[in-house]
């Protein structure tokens, strides 16, 4: 029994504390942006599952009371000490509000995203245009380029006409590859999941390094796949055309925004050669995204098995 | 929501938007019928016009016994809201969309927005 929660807490720690670090610390991520993305999520869904398994031992455990509940037929709570039984509730109490005020501080933002989001699609559908020749595509009018997308049945694709005339037709081309692999990978559900890990757990090293890992791997993934359709010359040209946004307007000149992330992209667009990942990668990205999800899993629920068994 | 109920949404605003001032839904429907193929019934006008007025997008003035529409903001107002949540990234929320390039901070694109508005404010006076 001890060495089950013993594992459990371990894994945990493995997995809240030491899985993102040395994650962040594999060489060259961004080679294989895909794979380092289904490793991170794994890691994520590890971590979560220990926390919630640790959270539900520890309401089961006895004597405190939800042990209790459990077992109140076989009448088990007769066989430890008053002292404990309150001691125990005590800290029960304790750890609900915990996870309680987590929620009640995570979930409204959530909430908030989603209808915010919704606001956003609605003022786009009375205001933008629909674009000639591609069904996927809204236009607004505005004279700063700007390109994004998000998840909506129809037109999901939003461009300015600041975009459409800074842009030769490849280079939109590539930004509409780009967007396409987004709605297509669902990396607007990825970005909306990893918000909220980060706004219930902010502490945990491996949420905090996915957090600030996480939306450039997506960013790359989407890259990946626009150079292979249009071409990484054209993608980049379009890349620095749309970065330049602020210097395009002349408001900020020289203090534009840090591009650093950006910066970072057309890097690595110029410079490797993209090869496909080798099978030994492969094969060590799924063992891990096995273990990281499977191991949590497995030993919470055999640590809850073995208590409703101990009084 | 979407389909033809969209769509007549976005055509009433962009009548009521050119138009001069607040529109009757009897001159709303001449209008929207001007260059349509299927005449729109009178019902289903002032049916949307009124969802639009619950939501917030028009203002409706009593005129007689009908009423008279107007947009409640102008169509650069809410094109300027968009470009906000389009370039920057909010605190209060994750992040709603993705962005070919990055997001800037926010008081960078109010200035930005700000200054484009004034330019061409200027453009048009001058």
Known sequence: MIYLVISLVSTAVLLGCLAGPALDRLRRPAAHPGIAIACWFAALAGTFIADIGIVAVALLSPPAPGHGLLEWLRNCLPHHGDEAIIMAAAASLALLTACCSRLARSLPRLRRAVRHRRRHWEMLRLVAKEHGRHDDVLVLDHPIPVAYSLPARERAIVVSTGTQETLTPEEFGAVLVHERTHLRQRHHTMLLMLDLAYALLPWLPTVRRAKKTLPLLLEMAADDAAARACGRRTLVDALCRLAATPGVAGALGAAGPSTGALTERVLRLESAEVVKPRRVVRAAASAFVAVAVATPLLVAAATIVQLSDIC | ?126
């Open chain 2, 1 to 126: 929501m979407a389909g033809l109920g969209g769509a007549l949404e976005r055509s009433i605003m962009d009548v009521l938007w050119d138009a001069p001032g607040p529109l009757r839904v009897r001159e709303l429907l001449a209008k929207l019928n001007e260059d349509a193929d299927k005449a729109l019934a009178y019902n289903t006008v002032q049916t949307v016009a009124e969802r639009l007025a619950q939501k917030g997008l028009l203002r409706r003035t009593p005129d007689g016994t009908a009423f008279r529409y107007a947009p409640t903001r102008a169509r650069e107002e809410y094109a300027v809201e968009l470009m906000l949540d389009a370039l920057t990234e909010s605190d209060d929320h994750g992040s709603i969309l993705a962005r070919f390039a990055e997001a800037v901070p926010p008081e960078d694109a109010r200035h930005l927005l700000d200054a484009l508005r004034r330019r061409t404010s200027d453009d048009q006076g001058a």
